[in-house]
């Protein structure tokens, strides 16, 4: 069983512990750590209908340009959730916060023109069922916004990250993996991609092994709809 978390359901996603450590940490990083400039640069420029996958407390939601018409924001801890509410009514643009996982998104399919990714590919349980939901939701055209960490450094980084994966980290940090691949993941998924680029976070001092981070946009570029 994992550190502080709970036995749930299918779908279901409770690390209480590891909830309120990161919606006191994360306050910080965004103040202190470059995070906060990252997540303006990833929401730049959206509109329409927006769906954010694992919205946490809620830190990009000050971020939405006023050309976001909404956002659903899909968070499936209860703790995290609740203070995405709280964040949600601050808002500049209207976000409606319900509770789900990224692996069956409880919305219908093509409605919506981006899906943000935010730090959450690390902790979702299947990847590949995500992003195919990801891709299930996406109108023909849409896009995904991604600002997420993985595997990076050489080769004694890349050993740390896969040995802390096999190890404590995903207990410690609720679900969370050092040593993925969000580009190849996205690839895979029949995403088209760019732009992107890589950032190391945070923005000063020693290379730490969540540090290396992308940030980007990958485009559904089919013409029809998902069925399912
Ligand atoms: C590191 S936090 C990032 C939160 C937020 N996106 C941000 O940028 O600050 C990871 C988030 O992913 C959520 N999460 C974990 N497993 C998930 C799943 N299967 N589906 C959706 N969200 C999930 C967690 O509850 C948590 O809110």
């Known amino acids: 069983m994992r550190l502080g978390s709970e036995v749930a359901g299918p779908g279901a996603v409770r690390h209480p512990v590891f909830a309120r450590y990161y919606a006191r940490v994360s306050v910080g990083a965004d103040a202190r750590l470059g995070f906060a400039g990252v997540r303006g640069r990833l929401l730049a420029g959206l509109s329409g209908r927006v769906i954010e996958v694992g919205a946490g407390n809620g830190l990009n939601f000050a971020r939405y340009p006023a050309s976001v018409a909404q956002v659903v924001a899909v968070e499936p801890e209860p703790l995290l959730g609740r203070l995405a509410r709280e964040s949600a009514r601050r808002a ?50 849409g896009q995904v916004r991604f600002f997420e960490h993985g595997r990076g450094g050489g080769p004694a980084m890349r050993l740390t990250q896969r040995v802390l994966d096999r190890t404590l980290w995903p207990a410690l940090a609720g679900g969370c993996h050092l040593a993925r691949d969000p580009v190849a993941a996205l690839r895979r998924a029949g995403f088209e991609l760019g732009p992107y680029r890589g950032l190391s976070l945070p923005e000063r001092g020693p290379r730490l092994p969540a540090s290396y981070c992308v940030l980007g946009t990958a485009w559904r570029q089919d013409g029809t709809p998902d069925a399912s």
């Open 92 to 141: 500049p643009v209207p976000v409606d916060v319900v509770p789900g996982a990224a692996e069956a998104l409880p919305v219908e399919s093509g409605a919506f023109d981006a899906v943000v990714l935010s730090l959450v590919l690390c902790s979702v349980r299947d990847v590949a069922r995500a992003l195919e939901e990801a891709r299930r939701v996406l109108r023909p055209g």
